[in-house]
């Protein structure tokens, strides 16, 4: 059978400019499950996401991805990740840049329209990126973490600058692919999208404040509201 666990982190410490800002922190994503990372900017969030995707060098503890250490060669075609700046060409199309990249990571070129379509950029399809708004940029970075359908999905603020109707619509797309098996950690510093998350990793300063469901959460703090329930755990009172 397979491991119901997509990323098991133990003991991570990660130094940056001398200064440690990933402080011995341990926590598992599920698979089939949409994984928050919430926290105040500068918490350490895309620290913490650049180690599970393997591009950061790591002071201490370990990454275990998919069964392989965080960065192994063969995780390369199971994980998608789309970082917080848009990683795609700006002088080809979207479609352009979809057909190169779906090439690269050896995905079938059938999914390029998937994703254009998961994405809701159907309409900018053969638009040149450089002509796209900030959010259909940052959902032209997104379909390319989507190629190939990757078991593990690692999202740095995907919904930034979007509209509540869009927000909506990625959210939805993030727990069908769950409901399809992935496991998603999405990341993001505005509160009211923890709600929509299955689990909640809450971060600051670089520690884990609270590792739980939202409802869970809402009950040891004994508050309705997510933003409350954070800030009850910062000043220690739950
Ligand atoms: N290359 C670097 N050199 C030195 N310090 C860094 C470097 N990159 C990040 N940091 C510091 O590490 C800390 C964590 O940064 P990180 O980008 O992980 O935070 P974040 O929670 O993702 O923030 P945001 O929500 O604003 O994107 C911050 O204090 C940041 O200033």
């Known amino acids: 059978m397979a491991n119901s666990v997509a990323v098991s982190?133990?003991?991570?410490?990660?130094?940056?400019?001398?200064?440690?800002?990933?402080?011995?922190?341990?926590?598992?994503?599920?698979?089939?499950?949409?994984?928050?990372?919430?926290?105040?900017?500068?918490?350490?969030?895309?620290?913490?996401?650049?180690?599970?995707?393997?591009?950061?060098?790591?002071?201490?503890?370990s990454v275990t991805v998919l069964g392989h250490p965080a960065g192994s060669p063969v995780l390369r075609d199971r994980i998608g990740y789309s970082t917080q700046s848009p990683s795609v060409y700006a002088d080809l199309t979207v479609r352009e840049n979809l057909r190169y990249f779906a090439s690269v990571l050896g995905a079938p070129r059938s999914d390029v329209d998937r994703v254009v379509d998961e994405v809701g950029l159907k309409g900018q399809a053969d638009q040149l990126v450089t002509t796209l708004s900030g959010g259909e940029r940052g959902r032209a970075s997104l379909a390319v973490a989507l190629l190939g359908r990757p078991e593990l999905v690692v999202l740095d603020e995907p919904t930034v600058g979007l509209d509540p109707v869009l927000r909506e619509e990625l959210w939805n797309l993030f727990h069908d692919l769950a409901d399809r098996g992935a496991a998603l950690l999405v990341s993001s510093h505005v509160m009211d999208e923890a709600a929509r998350c299955d689990r909640l990793l809450l971060m600051r300063e670089g520690e884990l404040l609270a590792d739980d469901t939202p409802q869970a959460l809402r009950d040891r703090t004994g508050t309705p509201d997510l933003e409350q329930a954070f800030l009850a755990l910062v000043r220690g009172t739950a």
């Open 9 to 61: 982190v133990d003991g991570l410490r990660v130094v940056r400019g001398g200064r440690e800002v990933v402080r011995s922190v341990s926590f598992d994503v599920p698979r089939g499950t949409v994984t928050g990372l919430l926290g105040p900017s500068g918490c350490g969030k895309t620290t913490l996401m650049r180690a599970v995707v393997g591009v950061q060098v790591v002071a201490g503890g």
